[in-house]
């Protein structure tokens, strides 16, 4: 496993498992599952309904907690809601987390940050950040911070690769975490003719190259998943390295294609939109 030092001297793994869409017995054999081949990132949400399930996974795993990276994300109907952390920990069942993310850029996200800073501050939270925020919307927390955002979690695959948004993250110290890394299941990018040839050289599958291309890149990814297989395939990706003209190629795909597009409305919703999260199995 590779690992990115964050700009606070906390160290990140490279590749993790994400949760997003999992029901809590998904989720918990999910994690169970990466786990046990190795995976020492585990990312949740607020939103996901299944901290409690992760945070069983992590306890019935056997594995000391201080090796694990456990991250999940605050959502904006909690901003304002000055016990949120404390029910994120309690739900997760664990006294502190690694990161911790403002999910959406909906509502007071500042009152959001503040409160994360405070957790942070008070040994709670090892490393805070942001999760689906634009340039400007970023500046704005980094304007008025006293602790600064050490990852931007976003949508980032090969159709989509944020280059310009990642010169900014770049300039800030701020590692960029991608989710939907292999395109949401998108077939035409999985099937696109280089990752085939690439996947026949190094005997890996289109997947495992994309993923690969990312960690190369920078990109912290968290492929979600349900099947056994495929969880133990998204971790074998330290075993062979792309060459600078293999990664030129795999630029060269670059469409500024995005699968999730927020607008005002939607975030509006958001603000709303209250999760049972303290009903959740």
Not at 18 to 24: K, S
Not at 103 to 118: C, D, F, L, T, V
Not at 187 to 195: D, M, T
Not at 209 to 231: A, F, T, Y
Request: glycine share 6%; net charge negative; hydrophobic share 35%.
């Amino acid at each position: 496993m590779d690992y990115v030092t964050l700009n606070n001297n906390v160290k990140m793994p490279m590749a993790g498992i994400g949760t997003f869409l999992l029901t809590p017995d998904e989720a918990e054999a999910s994690v169970l599952s990466a786990l046990k081949d190795g995976c020492r990132l585990v990312d949740t949400a607020n939103a996901y309904q299944n901290e409690k399930a992760v945070g069983r996974a992590i306890k019935k795993s056997g594995i000391a907690r201080e090796e694990i990276f456990l991250e999940t994300k605050i959502w904006p109907s909690f901003y304002e809601q000055p016990d949120a952390i404390e029910k994120t920990l309690k739900r997760l069942d664990t006294d502190y987390i690694d990161l911790l993310l403002i999910h959406q850029p909906a509502g007071n996200y500042i009152s959001g940050y503040r409160m994360m800073e405070k957790a942070y501050k008070e040994g709670k939270v090892r490393a805070i950040g942001l999760s689906n925020f634009t340039a400007e919307q970023i500046q704005e927390i980094l304007d008025v911070c006293k602790v600064k955002p050490a990852v931007l979690q976003t949508e980032a695959h090969p159709y989509s690769q944020e280059k310009e948004l990642k010169t900014f993250l770049s300039k800030e110290g701020i590692v960029i975490q991608a989710w939907y890394p292999l395109g949401h299941g998108d077939s035409a990018l999985l099937n696109e003719p280089v990752f085939a040839k690439l996947g026949e050289k190094y005997g890996k599958t289109p997947a495992q190259i994309i993923l690969r291309w990312h960690v190369q890149d920078g990109n912290v990814v968290i492929p979600g998943s349900k099947n056994p297989e495929h969880i133990r395939d998204n971790f074998a990706l330290f075993d062979f390295v792309l060459s600078d003209d293999e990664m030129k190629e795999i630029a060269g795909l670059n469409q500024d294609k995005r699968y999730y597009h927020s607008t005002p409305e939607l975030l509006e919703k958001y603000v709303t939109m209250v999760s049972p999260v303290d009903e959740q199995k």
